[in-house]
């Protein structure tokens, strides 16, 4: 029994999958950053990338399934051959589909076509950005990352982005810079906003605090640092049974790049398949309610004060 | 023991109610009365609590309130002009005080 699973059996819980209504799509490591919480460490060298006849198995699974939401991740989907065919074939099965981006990927010139079918697809962007303030954010992510992530965000609220009654959603993510716990979400929005719109004149539509995943280069980094130990106690202290209950990974699947099934990015990071087999989705013809999640100890990271959902 | 201060010792700080218990008990609901948000928010007041920190130079207070400010929200930059103003006070109060010194060596010089 791992720390997680023990901290549910204190509180006489079960992880079991609900009613499966997102679809979330890993279409590969290649970044074009390298940023230093990547629980995927995901970057310019890695060459895992989604291949189109992974693609129409992905489409083909999304068609046999009611999911009411796709969730486009990476690395940076932006980089991948086909993304643009991808998300053309999957937005109509479903109400809502997201990409997430690290802005900086969005802003070259060759994402010109990628950013009109975001527009007219309406697709829900949900925008890395951990911090308003430069030094935090370009010691995550990079240098220069930062200043780059502004006029990117400046770009997108030109489209409409972000901006009220547009139907063009965008969400920020920030993520500590460092081995600490997020900030209140409701509060940190609240500074966003007025900051990003006092400072930058930029609006966006919501954020969201997430704590650091202790996997992949954050893992590395927290052991390198000598900061790993205190980091998980920390995670496992802040465990809010509250949590449990509205999980994301009760509600959604996870796609690796090569087609596998998992319950949630982080298990597809740290190789932990869904009802601890490998399964293609080519093999898979129903998602069953109630089966069992699997667990680890970085689990914690989702259940730390209000949550990972 | 090694040192007076041990970083283990913080988390066992609610120990010291043991001997004590109903004023252990005030203090604690005190202090996190002290601390909710209320006309200055939770971030304004941990700024506050770790500038007094290094004021006070107490290690266990400077590591408390260091990362409750980031967890906050407030960047290094915040947190270090927070200090400043510790700084400037501490500063501030030991200056003021040479005004004694002046009016003494007025009234005993010629």
């Known amino acids: 029994m791992n720390g997680f699973q023990k901290a549910l059996a204190d509180h006489q819980l079960e992880l079991n999958r609900g009613r499966t209504t997102t679809l979330q799509v890993n279409v590969g490591r290649l970044c074009n950053l390298a940023c230093r919480h990547c629980h995927l460490s995901a970057g310019p060298e890695r060459r895992e990338v989604m291949t189109r006849q992974t693609m129409e198995e992905v489409i083909r699974f999304a068609g046999r399934h009611h999911f009411s939401v796709i969730d486009i991740t990476g690395g940076a989907p932006e980089l991948v051959p086909d993304i643009e065919y991808l998300l053309e074939q999957l937005a109509p099965c479903v ?97 966003f906003k007025a900051d990003l719109a006092g400072k930058w004149g930029i609006e966006f539509t919501g954020l969201f605090t997430f704590a650091n995943v202790p996997l992949g280069r954050f893992r590395n980094w927290l052991e390198k640092s000598g900061n790993y130990e205190d980091y998980m106690q920390k995670l496992a202290g802040s465990f809010n049974p509250a949590t449990i209950k509205g999980l994301m990974c009760r509600s959604l699947i996870n796609i690796s790049w090569d087609g596998y099934l998992y319950d949630c990015d982080f298990h597809m990071a740290a190789g932990l398949p869904c009802s601890g087999k490998p399964r293609h989705i080519s093999q898979v013809e129903q998602l069953e309610e109630g089966g069992a999640i699997m667990t680890d100890d970085y689990c914690f990271a989702c259940t730390a004060g209000t949550g990972f959902t | 023991m090694n040192s007076y201060y041990d970083p283990q010792d913080l988390p066992k700080f609610a120990e010291i109610g043991e001997e004590a218990p109903e004023i252990a008990r005030k203090f604690f609901d005190y202090y996190q009365a002290v601390f909710a948000e209320g006309e200055l928010t939770e971030r304004e007041k941990a700024l506050i609590a770790l500038a007094v920190a290094h004021a006070v130079q107490c290690p266990y207070c400077i590591d408390a309130y260091t990362n409750t400010c980031l967890e906050k929200g407030s960047n290094k930059a915040e947190m270090t002009e927070a200090i400043h103003v510790a700084c400037a006070i501490r500063g501030g109060a030991s200056l003021v005080h040479g005004i004694q010194m002046r009016n003494v060596c007025q009234k005993v010089s010629l």
Not at chain 1, 147 to 171: H, T
């Open chain 1, 95 to 191: 109400q809502a589909t997201m990409m997430r981006t690290n802005l900086i990927a969005l802003l070259q010139e060759e994402r010109r076509k990628l950013l009109d079918l975001c527009c007219r697809r309406h697709i829900t962007l949900t925008a890395s950005f951990p911090s308003v303030n430069r030094g935090q954010a370009d010691a995550q992510r990079g240098n220069g990352v930062w200043e780059q992530s502004i006029v990117m965000l400046k770009k997108l609220n030109e489209l409409g982005y972000g901006r009220p009654g547009s139907g063009l959603d965008l969400y920020l993510v920030s993520n500590p810079a460092g081995a600490f716990m997020p900030v209140d979400q409701c509060t940190a929005e609240k500074k």
